[in-house]
């Protein structure tokens, strides 16, 4: 039974990283490409921000955002937090980009991981 326990630990722990690696690579991606493709990116930030401020100057800070996200989820410290942190971001961008209709289904998807990974979290 002991040996049973240990499997299903270490299956848990496997899980909880993989989850976390995978949220972490998505903020890491989204905020490097970004800063190398600006324009690109700028169409998905609503027209009510971009009216008022530099859409290329908001991207950097959402950028340096997504990275500190995404360190702070590989940190293994206060992770429930972090992973709620990135289902908000997330729900926001879906929220804020109600066209984007061909990649809202991969956000859900995301959001849904990241309660899951905030849910399991101690």
């Known amino acids: 039974m002991a040996k049973a326990s240990l499997a299903l630990t270490h299956n848990d722990s496997l899980a909880r990283w993989l989850l976390r690696v ?12 970004s800063l190398i493709h600006p324009l690109v990116w700028v169409g998905y930030l609503p027209n009510l921000i ?3 401020l530099d859409g290329t100057l908001i991207l950097k800070l959402i950028a340096i955002y997504q ?7 590989m940190s293994g410290r206060y992770v429930r937090y972090a992973a709620l942190l990135g289902a908000l971001t997330l729900a926001g961008i879906v929220i804020s980009n109600p066209g984007q209709t061909l990649v809202t289904f991969r956000d859900v998807g995301l959001i849904c991981m990241a309660l899951g990974l905030a849910v399991i979290e101690k």
């Open 22 to 33: 995978g949220l972490a690579f998505v903020f890491v991606y989204a905020a490097v490409s």
């Open 50 to 52: 971009t009216n008022h």
């Open 67 to 73: 990275l500190l996200l995404a360190v702070w989820l």
